[in-house]
């Protein structure tokens, strides 16, 4: 069973300041989706990386796939409050198979 | 109108009961799943249908049976409830099975057994 192990687990900062979040795997895979989830909803999808080294930016957020695609991070410039959420990155080994998550990064932004 | 609807939003239950999860998407896709987040937010697959076929049966109880009436209905009943079912189950879909398919999910049902 292939693994997607997340870190920090938790982080709490405050408005204003940078962060990252690391996705990483032994495995490697076609490609890896980040999701945000807010308490009481459902996960959203934020981005699909699929080619390796690929960055991609989402207004604040910066994403990138490793050169290897074993790893993927979540970079967040100047964080605030309404970032605050659960961070799950997720990838499928093949076709056919469900997503598997990892276990998420808990972000804490405050005012 | 919401994409994913599942109901109830909050199922509390004593040990032993049976109870039934609903999900309806009206997205046109045709794959859907049952995910089960556990207390340290970990998400992991139960059940995936694809145009009302089972497809992905991962290791899980035969006390929980999916079953999909359509493709746009996945209701999951759960018999015997035991402590350790007490979770945040969520419902899913996605258009196909692919390797880069975006999933929309549910808000989840909190489910409590005491």
């Known amino acids: 069973t292939q693994l997607l192990e997340q870190s920090p687990q938790f982080l709490s900062i405050q408005e204003g300041e940078n962060l990252t979040v690391y996705c990483n795997s032994s495995s490697v895979f076609s490609s890896l989706q980040w999701y945000r989830q807010e308490p009481g909803e459902g996960p959203v999808l934020l981005v699909t990386v699929v080619t390796g080294g690929e960055v991609k930016k989402l207004k604040r957020l910066t994403f990138q796939f490793g050169d290897a695609r074993k790893d993927s991070s979540l970079h967040i410039t100047a964080a605030q409050p309404g970032d605050t959420g659960l961070y799950l990155c997720?990838?499928?080994?093949?076709?056919?198979?469900?997503?598997?998550f990892g276990k998420g990064t808990t972000l804490s932004v405050s005012s | 109108d919401t994409a994913v609807s599942q109901t109830p939003k909050y199922l509390v239950t004593q040990m032993g009961n049976d109870k039934s999860i609903k999900c309806e998407q009206n997205?046109?896709?045709?794959?859907m799943y049952w995910y089960k987040q556990d207390s340290k937010k970990f998400l992991k697959i139960m059940f995936s249908?694809?145009?009302?076929?089972?497809?992905i049966n991962e290791t899980v109880p035969n006390r929980f049976s999916p079953k999909s009436p359509d493709k746009a209905h996945l209701n999951l009943h759960i018999n015997s409830l035991e402590l350790g079912d007490s979770a945040v189950y969520f419902c899913?879909?996605?258009?196909?099975?692919?390797?880069?398919?975006?999933?929309?999910f549910g808000s989840g049902t909190q489910l409590s057994v005491l």
């Open positions: 997205l046109g896709h045709d794959t």
């Open positions: 249908y694809n145009n009302k076929e089972l497809i």
């Open positions: 899913a879909s996605s258009q196909g099975t692919g390797l880069r398919e975006k999933l929309f």
């Open positions: 997720a990838g499928a080994e093949q076709a056919g198979t469900a997503l598997i």
